[in-house]
């Protein structure tokens, strides 16, 4: 009896979680990783220019360390998940989320239009485990504040994407950034995962963004970038930022093939009632071109390039290292 129950509990629990599922793949889910530095930040601003969208929803997480001496702390940690931002802002994580709830909703706005809800998760023989705050809107969409402990960032980021889904993954671009070969054996976290993420990634700096001059969308034609411009092309729109299609030409003999595949993306984009605001060729390598091109906007929008992870080892990945050498915000397309 006690085997049959255990199933029955199971399968209710199956199927709740992917009723809870369907109903997020019908919004624009994105998860910011928040990790105090000011780039993090700058991709919590670009998600901010979004939020005004009634189908987005926010999510800001925190990865700590399992443990972090909380056993001989002192912290009362049932107090601490009966309310998790009156903790004194003391528990690493906490501050940086609470500052980022400031920029997204004011304390009045919040009490006049937000309804909050705290969970609490068991895991990893952590006595703080995974906390959570939800506000929701009357409107529907909704900011979560998430606390969550893993081995270690990278694998905490990766791991919530699967409690998710989410359209789109944000995080501050790293100090250092590795050729995609050492990376696999040696990678920040941004990089692990830009890497390994199944969905959409953008590496968030600061640089160009204050006056930027809105999104530099890169398409080489192939369907995969066109349907990558797509999509970026919308999120361009609900932010209000203009765009600029891009595109690569080896010598002065493709020039007149780069002209045809930007004339075919602003025509698409024109079917869906998008204005591009300029079309522009570069001429050389692909990577420095869209280095170059981009320095000056505050987004650089890039296609994955779709191939299996072990043959981007013998491919040059054009989108990974657009990434590792601009000097503003990449936004990768998966």
Same mark, same amino acid.
């Given at each position: 009896?006690?085997?049959?129950?255990?199933?029955?509990?199971?399968?209710?629990?199956?199927?709740?979680?992917?009723?809870?599922?369907?109903?997020?793949?019908?919004?624009?889910?994105? /998860?910011?990783?928040?990790?105090?530095?000011?780039?993090?930040?700058?991709?919590?601003?670009?998600?901010?220019?979004?939020?005004?969208?009634?189908?987005?929803?926010?999510?800001?997480?925190?990865?700590?360390?399992?443990?972090?001496?909380?056993?001989? !702390?002192?912290?009362?940690?049932?107090?601490?998940?009966?309310?998790?931002?009156?903790?004194?802002?003391?528990?690493? !994580?906490?501050?940086?989320?609470?500052?980022?709830?400031?920029?997204?909703?004011?304390?009045?706005?919040?009490?006049?239009?937000?309804?909050?809800?705290?969970?609490?998760?068991?895991?990893?023989?952590?006595?703080?485990?995974?906390?959570?705050?939800?506000?929701?809107?009357?409107?529907?969409?909704? *900011?979560?504040?998430?606390?969550?402990?893993?081995?270690?960032?990278?694998?905490?980021?990766?791991?919530?994407?699967?409690? !998710?889904?989410?359209?789109?993954?944000?995080?501050?671009?790293?100090?250092?950034?590795?050729?995609?070969?050492?990376?696999?054996?040696?990678?920040?976290?941004?990089?692990?995962?830009?890497?390994?993420?199944?969905?959409?990634?953008?590496?968030?700096?600061?640089?160009?963004?204050?006056?930027?001059?809105?999104?530099?969308?890169?398409?080489?034609?192939?369907?995969?970038?066109?349907?990558?411009?797509?999509?970026?092309?919308? /999120?361009?729109?609900?932010?209000?930022?203009?765009?600029?299609?891009?595109?690569?030409?080896?010598? %002065?003999?493709?020039?007149?093939?780069?002209?045809?595949?930007?004339?075919?993306?602003?025509?698409?984009?024109?079917?869906?009632?998008?204005?591009?605001?300029?079309?522009?060729?570069? *001429?050389?390598?692909?990577?420095?071109?869209?280095?170059?091109?981009?320095?000056?906007?505050?987004?650089?929008?890039?296609?994955?390039?779709?191939?299996? /992870?072990?043959?981007?080892?013998?491919?040059?990945?054009?989108?990974? %290292?657009?990434?590792?050498?601009?000097?503003?915000?990449? /936004?990768? *397309?998966?």
């Amino acid at each position: 009896m006690f085997g049959f129950k255990k199933i029955r509990d199971d399968n209710v629990f199956q199927a709740e979680l992917e009723a809870v599922r369907a109903e997020r793949r019908k919004r624009f889910r994105i /998860l910011v990783c928040i990790d105090g530095s000011d780039a993090s930040y700058e991709g919590l601003r670009f998600a901010a220019k979004l939020a005004d969208n009634e189908d987005c929803d926010i999510i800001l997480l925190y990865v700590r360390p399992i443990d972090q001496g909380l056993r001989t !702390g002192g912290l009362q940690v049932r107090v601490a998940r009966e309310n998790m931002l009156d903790w004194g802002l003391e528990l690493p !994580g906490i501050k940086h989320l609470k500052r980022g709830l400031d920029m997204l909703v004011s304390d009045d706005e919040m009490a006049a239009h937000w309804n909050a809800a705290v969970t609490h998760t068991d895991t990893w023989g952590d006595p703080l485990g995974d906390n959570k705050v939800e506000y929701r809107h009357t409107s529907g969409k909704s *900011i979560v504040l998430k606390l969550k402990t893993a081995p270690d960032p990278a694998s905490g980021i990766l791991d919530q994407y699967e409690l !998710g889904p989410y359209n789109l993954m944000i995080m501050g671009a790293p100090t250092n950034w590795r050729s995609e070969i050492r990376a696999f054996f040696d990678a920040s976290i941004a990089q692990r995962v830009a890497m390994l993420a199944p969905c959409s990634v953008m590496v968030a700096r600061g640089n160009g963004s204050a006056n930027g001059k809105g999104h530099l969308i890169c398409t080489d034609g192939t369907k995969n970038s066109l349907d990558a411009m797509r999509r970026d092309a919308v /999120l361009a729109q609900f932010s209000g930022d203009p765009i600029t299609l891009f595109a690569v030409a080896q010598d %002065n003999e493709e020039i007149p093939i780069a002209e045809r595949v930007l004339e075919k993306a602003a025509e698409m984009l024109a079917k869906i009632d998008i204005a591009v605001a300029d079309a522009q060729v570069g *001429i050389g390598e692909p990577v420095e071109q869209i280095v170059q091109a981009g320095k000056d906007y505050s987004v650089i929008a890039v296609a994955d390039s779709g191939k299996p /992870l072990f043959r981007r080892f013998v491919v040059k990945n054009t989108s990974y %290292n657009v990434m590792g050498n601009a000097r503003t915000s990449v /936004l990768k *397309i998966r």
